[in-house]
């Protein structure tokens, strides 16, 4: 099979909620599963390799490895939670690859985990707003594959404004193949822009506050508001240029982390 899941115990679950956070736009759903991390003793369960990650493998040391993702183990008053992280996916350019690669890492993942016992699966991801990010806090949009789980949600503050839309990559595949394998979904999105090329973790910080209400996870946030607070800084300096005049700088926003 071109993606290899390697799980490194027989570890079963009961009903475990797949978090999901692999680099797209914003990086946002990246930041929030990097962040969760550092601070949960998690367990790493499982490292996934696939013939579609890029023709690269990574040193450390002068040592060479494949590179990996990885699938971590959270168990939190009485329930199972995964994370699955990574540096990569399976490149979104035509050019460079086909569109069944994606098909065939998500459905790999789907069919691993569910016989292990994972129920539900959420995917952490950043939406494009476009110049909008400058000018107001994110937002977080959820798309859900039930209506319950939707308004579930949305009673924490997540939003669905959008009638129509298309959710690209891992994000949108894998519940929208979980779905076909009887797991319930949701795609959380934060308000970004595609010029975030370094992250946008005012987006991020948005994701985690509504997963913290909903699965009351206790998280330090302290790290995370001080670079949301960075970037909205970044944010009104930018509009305060434009509103002079001024031109923007050269590198685009290459000051935000």
């Given at each position: 099979m071109p993606t290899t899941i390697k799980f490194l115990s027989e570890k079963k679950f009961r009903d475990a909620t797949l978090f999901v956070g692999l680099p797209g736009i914003g990086l946002v759903?990246?930041?929030?599963?990097?962040?969760l991390l550092k601070q949960f003793k998690a367990e790493k369960i499982a490292e996934i390799t696939s013939d579609?990650?890029?023709?690269?493998?990574?040193?450390?040391?002068?040592?060479?490895?494949?590179?990996?993702?990885?699938?971590?183990?959270?168990?939190?008053?009485?329930?199972?939670?995964?994370?699955?992280s990574g540096p990569v996916q399976p490149p979104l350019d035509s050019?460079?690859?086909?569109?069944?690669e994606h098909f065939e890492f998500s459905r790999a993942i789907v069919e691993a985990l569910k016989q292990r016992?994972?129920?539900k699966i959420c995917t952490l991801?950043?939406?494009?707003?476009?110049?909008?990010?400058l000018h107001s806090e994110p937002h977080v949009i959820v798309a859900s594959t039930t209506k319950a789980e939707m308004e579930e949600w949305k009673k924490?503050?997540?939003?669905?404004?959008?009638?129509?839309?298309?959710?690209?990559?891992?994000?949108?595949?894998?519940?929208?193949?979980?779905?076909?394998?009887?797991?319930?979904?949701?795609?959380l999105m934060g308000e970004t822009s595609t010029r975030l090329v370094y992250g946008d973790p005012g987006a991020a910080k948005k994701i985690i506050e509504l997963l913290i209400k909903?699965?009351?996870?206790?998280v330090e946030m302290e790290a995370m508001e001080k670079e949301a607070k960075e970037i909205e800084k970044a944010f009104s300096e930018l509009n305060k240029q434009f509103d002079e005049g001024e031109e923007a700088p050269a590198a685009g926003l290459s000051?935000?982390?």
């Open positions: 759903g990246k930041i929030c599963v990097d962040y579609f990650f890029p023709p690269s493998v990574q040193t450390e040391k002068g040592l060479v490895s494949l590179i990996k993702d990885e699938i971590h183990y959270f168990p939190f008053k009485g329930s199972d939670y995964l994370f699955l050019r460079s690859s086909s569109m069944e016992g994972t129920a991801a950043g939406l494009n707003v476009g110049e909008k990010r924490f503050g997540a939003v669905n404004d959008r009638p129509v839309g298309l959710i690209s990559g891992a994000a949108g595949l894998l519940i929208g193949i979980g779905k076909e394998y009887g797991l319930n979904g949701s795609c909903r699965y009351g996870f206790v000051y935000v982390r």
